[in-house]
């Protein structure tokens, strides 16, 4: 269920992987994904019903009892912010790629398969965040949006983010053009595939967006999406890639 958990004072976060699940192949197990009406030949699309237990399982194990609050992922620079006045129960995904709150009892929750995933958190302040940085994310700003919107909540500096498995940079792949282009903004991505070819390193370049931001200390949670079984790739599998989650919480004071 979990590629790494971990608990910091009062939060709790946690990437998860692809095994403790009932999802069936392709999608096997622990797919995370929205639900997606299925189109004529179209691709395949998993069972909702097996999506709904997959996210009832994974919450309560992680957080039991919490409300979840996730997004309508879009690769833009907008951050939703959960405060207490957002009504959980019905909850509507917002627009955005990053969610950010300072309070306990809810679950944040973003889905990525080769994107970036990234956790804020300052345990002390007791603000928490969660990003989905993409090559269009990193190059929008949704890093340092995230950041400056848990600052405002009360975050201090001495926020901790974790960044989590993601397509490495020796196995995304892009045109000459687009490494010059995004490296040209972001020089810490530019990065060469092991056949020697033009690629991208979206974790260095998050890594860097959070040393800007002034984030000082920065963690690594291990894994390339594409070359690691139990965890899922769009660029590997395509439209049959499942989705993995990035959670956390603040455990009630
Ligand atoms: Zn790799």
Known sequence: MYLS???LGAVELAFTDRLGGVSAYPFDQLNLALPRPAQPDGPPVDDPDALAENLRLLQADFGPGDALADL??????????VDDATPLDPYERPEADALVTARAGVTLL????DCVPIVLADPDARVVGVVHAGREGLVAGVVPAAVEAARRLGAASALTAWIGPHVCGHCYEVPW???EQVGSLHPETVSTTRAGTPALDLGAGVAAQ??????????RVLGCTRERADLYSHRRDGAEAGRLGALVRLAPS
């Open 5 to 7: 958990r971990e608990r």
């Open 72 to 81: 309508r992922q879009v690769h833009g620079a907008a951050v939703a912010v």
């Open 110 to 113: 973003v889905r990525v398969a």
């Open 177 to 179: 053009e687009m490494r």
């Open 210 to 219: 959070l040393a800007a931001a002034g984030v000082g200390r920065v963690e």
